[in-house]
Every structure is written in C-alpha cells, then in structure tokens.
C-alpha cells in the first residue's frame, strides 16, 4: 500500500492517493482515500475525487465519491490493511485504467438520471420560480405545446395529459397547492437519454433543438405566448427521453416574490434552470412501467361491500394495483375496538368508515376515483344495479348480502369475489366466481362447507352490552387474507379467471393449537398440519 498523508476534515480522514500522468482531457485534481471515523470497525472505506471530476467523470457522486466495488467491511474477515490494498487496487484496476482507454465513457447513459439530479441540484437555489415538474401521463409519440399548472408555494408543476389525475395530485399536495398559476410548456419526445455531454447548457443550445423537433405552428406558439392576459407566464420544456425526463425553464419568466417580515424581494430568473421532471402516471408509480395490464386496470370499476379490517386493507391494495374507480360501501362508524387492525387509526374514531377511508386512500393515490356509500350493503344493492360495475368484491361475511348478490348477478352478470377469514385467521379465502356462473349451490349457502377448521360456538367473542359477536385475531394475521383476497381479485379484474375456484390461505396444526384446543383441519386441508402455513387451490364446484 502507498505510503498516506493524512488529512483530518469533518471527523473523516483524507489521504491523498498518488495518480498516473494523464494524457491531455482525461485529468482530474486529486484523489483521497476517505476514512471514517471509527474505521476499521465501524463505517467503511472508500474514494473521493476533486470537484472538477463531478460531472465529467462516470460514476462519481455530487461530492466526488466514487460508485464502485469497494471496502468490504468488517464481516469480511479481512485486515484493515488489506480491505484498503482492495480498495486502492480496484480504483486503478476497474476506473482509472478502464476510464483512461475511454471504456466507461458509455456509462453516462446507463445513469443519465443520477448525473441530471446531481446537476440540478448544483444549479438549484431558494428561490427558482419551479422547483420540480410531475407528469401525469406517459410520454406522447409527438411533441405538443399545452398549458399546464403551476403549484404555489410548493413551485411544482403538474404537467401532462390527465386532467383527473391533474387535479387529484392537486388535491394530494394540499397546502403546497393553495395557489395556482398557468405556464406554458413545450413537450418534446426523444430518442435517448441525456449525458453531460450532450445537455443544453444555454437557452440558445435548447432554442435550437426546440427548433428543430417542433413543427412550425407550435414553435410559434411557444415563442409566441409568453404573456397571458397581460402577465409574463413561465415557459418550461420537457424532453422526455424513454427512461427519464429533463425539464428547463426559461430565463424572462416572472420573478419569484419573497417576504421577508414587513418587506418583499424580488428574484428573476435571469438565465435557464435545469429541471427535476418526475413521472407520477401510474404506469410507472403503480407498476414501474412492468406490468402493462395497469392501463387496463385504470379503467375498470370496482364495487367492494364492507370497508372493515379485511376490506380497508384490500381497498387500499388495488388503489395500489393502478384500479381507476372502486365504490366503498359500508355503513359502519369507525369504534375504538376497529383502530388496533383496520386501515384507518384513531383519528378516525366516530366517523363513517367508507367516507374516511375514500378520503384517505384518494390523498395518498391521486390516480384513483374513490366514490364512498355510507349505507348497508343490501341497502346499495337495492337502490343501484350492478350495471356498469366490472368486479364485486363482497368482504362483509353476511349471508343476506350474498343472497341480494345472487339476485342481482342474474339481472346483471359480473365477476364476483367472496372474501372472508376464519377466526384467528387460521384460514382465509376468495371464492372466484366468474360472470355467468352463481354463487349458490341450488337454494343453500356454500360459504359455511368451504371453510378449513370446524369451529366450535365458544370461539366467537361477544362484545359486552350489545349482541354483537366478533373474531380474535391481529392485523398482522389478517395480513395473509389482505393477500390472499387481493391477488384473487386482481387476477378477476384482468381475466385470467374462467371457471369458478376457491383460493384459500391455511395454517397448519401448530397454529391452532396455539389459539384453540382440539381444532382439526377439514379432510381438504389437511395437507397445512405440518407446516406453518400453505396456499392452496381448488374448484369451486364439480
């Protein structure tokens, strides 16, 4: 190892590392070897290169430190002295030598984002007039110039084609969006990612590919419009790329006002800013651009009867899944006795479950339309039909509501999802039922045969001073259902389900005994005795 001078700064220990001649372009200042404080026992060992290698050298970090393999720690085994001879040796071996014969140059583009984000932050002060751009769509083959939305005092604009989604990210950002005003933006599709080789770096650099990529009538536009109603508009351009997006606003925009006790200061924006352009469409934040059945999913219509434990969580799940509209129904204030495993917390306590849980749900996923009734599920069923509706999901576990169901599937066919657990979740199960197929076997019930363990009366609880009865069991049981119910209905709304089954989640014997004495699982489940748990699969009827 080289012999180290040492430098002492902010706790850690800067050793400057001898580097080779570098021919003409391909030089930097310096090199340390950082050592935290601690080392070797505790924090790990790694490089940092001067500032003027940020940005001009693959792989570094906005404080020069070097992404590679480095110091392997103490659970390595090694010797400090041998965790930095690896260190020092995969410096040279896999940057310096690879990065002198021009190998890594092409790895700006595997990371174009992360050098964007370091740039933008350099450039980055209080008082930019845009801080950040959400787009709310996917990228269009065309390019297009549009008003959009500026976000005051939170300086985000919410750019793109999704006006409902527009408005729910609006509602989301809360006290961030208390005021709104209009830009212009220039939207232009291209071929490939940036590097720092190939950013515009002045507004005259962008005005000519802007040139270049809009057609006529819209390049006028955007030069033209930069007044509206009397008032100076920002202008801002997006050049999506097919993994990321680079945002700019232009210099001449309106000033950024700030107050500073009795008096206010005014901050031009005096040359282009480079901006942060995130993807908030739910393509990417539901699925992240690998499941492409989320387009599908964002127009179905969800219809799930009962809002407590088991729904809520479910509820929040396919607002998760990318589902576009899902009605709530339940009836039922949310108690003390609901806060220790339902979605909603104390908060909540004396309000109507599907009213706060809609309200919730649609704050945290601005892509989904959450319509709350806070009236039975037999009550709904009565007075709306089941037009319109492409999936049922009945989480209630009350008979009367499976056979209002049965009435109103014949008149108006779906799919339909029974879901429920039973007690201490030992067992938990969607019954799949296709369009067209019944829930009924003939004129009786099947919910009470397709059950795992024979339950003895005394397993439900009674609640003191009212009739009702409930199971025993903790949210983090109840998890198994959430996944159980989800899944299945998931694999409904995108029709991968053409015959009716029952999907079930079964402790084994282990588990009951734990909670009850003398349970015995149904000759189906018996498969679960020996282990903690299994997933099972059957058909629904013969």
Known sequence: MPELKRVTRNKERLFPIRLPLFPDGRQFQAAWLVLPSGFPH????????SEDAVLRLPHVESKGDICLDGDSGVISGNTAEDRLNILLRNFYLDFIDPWLTGDLDADFSLEALNYWTIHVSRSASLYDAVTRI???????KNPRVYQARLLLPGRIVVAGDNPSLADGIIKSLGNRASQISNVLIADIPISYELTPSTWPRKEFDLERLIANRLPEPLRNKFAKQTRRRGRAIHRIVILRAPRCSFGFLLSGAPPTVVERGHSKRSYPTRQMLPLFVERIDPSWTCGRDQHPEIGNRQQKHVLVLGAGALGSSVIDQLAKAGIGRISVVDTEILSTANIGRHLLGAESIGRAKADVLAQRIALSNPAIRLDPFNMSAQAWIDKHTLAGVDVVLDLTGEPEVRWCLEKARKVNPCPLLIGWMEPYVAAAHACLVPAGEGWMFATSDPLESLQAIEWPAEVMQKEPACSSEFQAYTSAAAAHAVAVVTEAALALIDNHIN????????????????HYPGLKHRNWAEKAVPFDGISMERVFRD
């Open 42 to 49: 505790e924090g790990l060992a790694r490089i940092r290169l």
């Open 499 to 514: 015959q009716p089954i029952v999907r079930s989640w079964v402790r084994g014997q282990s588990s009951l005994d734990m």
């Open 134 to 140: 959400y787009t709310v769509d996917t990228c269009s």
